[in-house]
């Protein structure tokens, strides 16, 4: 029987470091393909994720009118959406064509993590069993980051990230995952990427120690972060009790393996209930949200076909108008 394939996942928010992640499982040996997104002023080392997979994520947000930057994302409602299968159908056949010869591959896109449970659909399609790396990174760093790129403002990204980072971690609870905190990368590099070719049982080999060192020495640079926050600095932010420090401080510390399995369960599950008014506040808010996008589309839809009449008349209009002074 042969060998099941894979695909190692890097999830996390944006600005959270999953490119640098991304970048350190190509390092590990892990292909992530040729079409990747282009470097630029905010990621100068690149992005390490693949362009058509970007796009289709952001295909999927648009079923429900939702965005990148869009809270209570949805998932049964793209899923029950009459053009889901057809991109579902689309991203399987895209993949196929890519890795469909690997028996090891990897995928990154900051915006899977809140769509997991139409990537598990497509995974399952394409017979592969998916690992995941989820990047750790204090919200303080992440929302002013997010600022910066005129992606979010800060409140927003707070609630962008405690969104993702929920989703993350609960629909990754029955796979192998490991969790990276972002800050540890630097100064610790080679000890960061052996602990995640351990956990994911990735396969070693002659070239895999020079090209971790290669990473660490020549990848590596404090420009690749513009901020570091500490605890201390979050509390400040976020007096307790704050779910958004004590998420933190749970992932950070499964990050460095101070969760046993049974800590990890009973914590995860007070954070849950804790969780549930929030999701229950995000979902009504994009619930709200779609109602008055289809009420504008639908209006848009009867206004068009009378702009194009009240076109057709001006321009009628305009034509009598010129045939009246040249008769003169």
Same mark, same amino acid.
């Given at each position: 029987?042969?060998?099941l394939k894979? $695909?190692?996942?890097?999830?996390?928010m944006? #600005?959270?470091?999953t490119?640098?992640?991304? #970048?350190?499982?190509?390092?590990?040996g892990?292909p992530l393909g040729?079409?990747?997104l282009? !470097? &630029?002023?905010? &990621?100068p080392r690149?992005?390490?994720?693949?362009?058509r997979?970007?796009?289709?994520?952001?295909?999927f947000?648009?079923?429900?009118g939702?965005s990148h930057q869009t809270g209570?994302v949805?998932?049964p409602?793209?899923?029950?959406?009459?053009?889901c299968e057809?991109?579902i159908?689309?991203?399987?056949?895209?993949l196929?064509k890519?890795f469909g010869?690997?028996?090891?591959?990897?995928?990154?896109?900051p915006h899977?993590?809140?769509l997991?449970p139409l990537?598990?659909?497509i995974f399952?399609? +394409?017979g592969?069993?998916?690992?995941?790396?989820?990047a750790?990174? &204090?919200?303080l760093?992440?929302a002013?980051?997010l600022q #910066?790129?005129g992606?979010a403002?800060?409140?927003s990204?707070?609630?962008?990230w405690?969104e993702n980072?929920?989703? $993350?971690?609960?629909?990754t609870?029955?796979?192998?995952r490991v969790?990276?905190d972002y800050d540890?990368?630097f100064g610790h590099?080679?000890?960061a990427l052996?602990?995640?070719?351990?956990?994911?049982a990735?396969?070693?080999?002659?070239?895999?120690?020079?090209n971790i !060192?290669?990473f660490?020495?020549?990848f590596l640079?404090?420009?690749l972060r513009?901020s570091?926050?500490?605890?201390?600095?979050l509390?400040?932010?976020?007096p307790?009790p704050?779910?958004?420090?004590?998420l933190?401080?749970f992932v950070?510390r499964a990050?460095h393996?101070q969760?046993s399995?049974e800590?990890f369960?009973?914590q995860w599950?007070v954070?849950t209930?804790r969780?549930?008014?929030?999701?229950?506040?995000?979902?009504?808010?994009a619930?709200?949200?779609?109602?008055?996008?289809a009420?504008?589309?639908?209006?848009?839809r009867?206004?068009?076909?009378l702009?194009?009449m009240?076109?057709m008349?001006r321009t009628?209009?305009?034509? +009598?108008l010129?045939?009246?002074?040249?008769?003169m």
């Open positions: 029987m042969p060998a894979r $695909v190692i996942v890097v999830l996390g944006q #600005r959270s470091g490119s640098t992640i991304a #970048r350190a499982i190509h390092a590990l892990v040729n079409n990747l282009p !470097a &630029n002023i905010f &990621n690149g992005y390490w994720e693949d362009q997979i970007w796009r289709l994520n952001q295909q947000l648009d079923l429900i939702a209570g949805n998932c409602s793209i899923l029950e959406h009459p053009k057809s991109l159908t689309k991203a399987t056949v895209y196929h890519q010869e690997c028996a090891l591959w990897g995928v990154k896109d899977i993590g809140r997991l990537w598990k659909i399952q399609r +394409l592969v069993e998916p690992s995941y790396v989820i750790v990174r &204090n919200p760093s992440i002013e980051s #910066r790129c992606l403002d800060k409140e990204g707070f609630v962008l405690l980072m929920f989703s $993350v971690v609960c629909e609870r029955q796979s192998t969790f990276v540890e990368l590099a080679p000890e052996r602990r995640i070719a351990k956990t994911l990735l396969p070693g080999g002659p070239r895999q120690s020079q !060192a290669d660490a020495e020549n640079s404090e420009n513009s570091r926050y500490t605890l201390e600095q509390r400040a932010a976020f307790a704050s779910l958004f420090f004590d933190y401080e950070r990050a393996d969760l399995p800590d369960s009973q599950a954070m209930d969780y549930a008014d929030i999701h229950r506040c995000l979902s009504a808010g619930a709200q949200y779609q109602k008055l996008l009420r504008h589309q639908r209006r848009n009867l206004w068009k076909p702009k194009e009240e076109k008349v009628g209009r305009k034509k +009598l010129q045939g009246s002074r040249a008769a």
